[in-house]
């Protein structure tokens, strides 16, 4: 019995339970339960989690530039 995909495992969620077992790596699954072999996946999300920083400056015609530090969140004018 092919069951699909069950779940998806993610930096937020490195492992899933599935039907009482621990799962941690991504891949194809049988099991055997009441005579049936039963076939699953579980997938892995490879994108990276981001964060919505918001507006870190703003772009004019008078500074058309932007240097952003994304150790210290410093800015400053427009270079040349």
Known sequence: MQLGV???LSCAQPC???N???YCQPGTYSVTENCEIKEFQIAQDLALPTVQLGVVGTLTCAQPCLTYNR???ASRGPTR
């Open 16 to 18: 899933l339970t599935f």
């Open 6 to 8: 069950v779940g998806i």
């Open 20 to 22: 009482g077992l621990e």
């Open 71 to 73: 150790w210290n969140t």
